[in-house]
């Protein structure tokens, strides 16, 4: 699973029984152990995707859930690092993203933001 093995070849590569690895992954699933995560394909409607980052003054992230809750967001995700707080973004109007960012630079304790567009995507196989 690690190596982003369908659980076809997972059950080839060790010879064991396609249902046997069906049921232990169902398991694992179930535990908590392993998660799924289903995501829109927002370019294909003709959306952009951005990742926001925004820095916070002393690292404070209690502007979290203020961040969260504007429009264009999709999740918020607290980090160790260079940017205290993350969010993807999709819009569609320039004038959208700029009236985002516009938005959280006036939220209290945000020093300053950054944001990148994703050109590319590519899911590491075997």
């Known amino acids: 699973m690690v190596l982003n093995k369908t659980n076809k070849e997972i059950s080839i590569d060790i010879?064991?029984?396609?249902?046997?690895?069906?049921?232990?992954?169902?398991?694992?699933?179930?535990?908590?152990?392993?998660?799924?995560?289903?995501?829109?394909?927002?370019?294909?409607?003709?959306?952009?995707?951005?990742?926001?980052?925004?820095?916070?003054?002393?690292?404070?992230?209690?502007?979290?859930?203020?961040?969260?809750s504007l429009k264009h967001i999709t999740t918020v995700e607290i980090h160790i690092g260079n940017s205290d707080i993350l969010g993807p973004v999709t819009y569609k109007e320039g004038e959208e993203l700029l009236n985002l960012i516009s938005t959280i630079k006036e939220i209290g304790g945000v020093e300053r933001i950054a944001w990148s567009e994703r050109i590319y995507q590519s899911i590491k196989r075997k």
Not at 32 to 58: M, S
């Open 15 to 68: 010879s064991i029984p396609l249902s046997t690895i069906q049921r232990r992954v169902r398991n694992l699933i179930l535990a908590g152990y392993v998660t799924t995560n289903v995501q829109t394909n927002y370019q294909k409607f003709g959306f952009k995707t951005i990742l926001v980052h925004v820095f916070q003054r002393n690292g404070n992230i209690d502007d979290s859930e203020e961040i969260h």
